[in-house]
């Protein structure tokens, strides 16, 4: 069983930046794809940055430009930098992974971002 640990999260005001981990207790680069999600309070979960087969990266057309996907396979450990920040990306963000047909979820870390 695949364990995802997000951590980073927090309060931030409008304009600031965080940086999100997932760690993983396997080593990633064994996965077929690791990325983030989130979900707003009242809405339904949604893609922010997902890394694709072909070696792109989709993001979330409201975060493009402002959020950046990467990873250290020597740490097992994905990230999200997330640069000027609004409001509307308070969310609870959630790590992702699949491995051939399994999907697994990390338990999600806080970003609230204040006007």
């Known amino acids: 069983q695949v364990q995802l640990v997000e951590s980073g999260g927090g309060l931030v005001q409008a304009g600031g930046s965080l940086r999100l981990s997932c760690a993983a207790s396997e080593m990633i680069f064994s996965f077929n794809t690791m990325g983030w999600y989130r979900q707003a309070p009242g809405k339904q979960r949604e893609l922010v940055a997902v890394?694709?087969?072909?070696?792109?990266?989709n993001y979330a057309d409201s975060v493009k430009g402002r959020f950046t996907i990467s990873r250290d396979n020597a740490k097992n450990t994905v990230y999200l930098q997330m640069n000027s920040l609004k409001p509307e990306d308070t969310a609870v963000y959630y790590c992702?992974?699949?491995?051939?047909?399994?999907?697994?979820w990390g338990q999600g870390t806080q970003v609230t971002v204040s006007s």
């Open positions: 992702n992974a699949r491995i051939l047909t399994a999907i697994y």
């Open positions: 890394p694709t087969s072909g070696g792109n990266t």
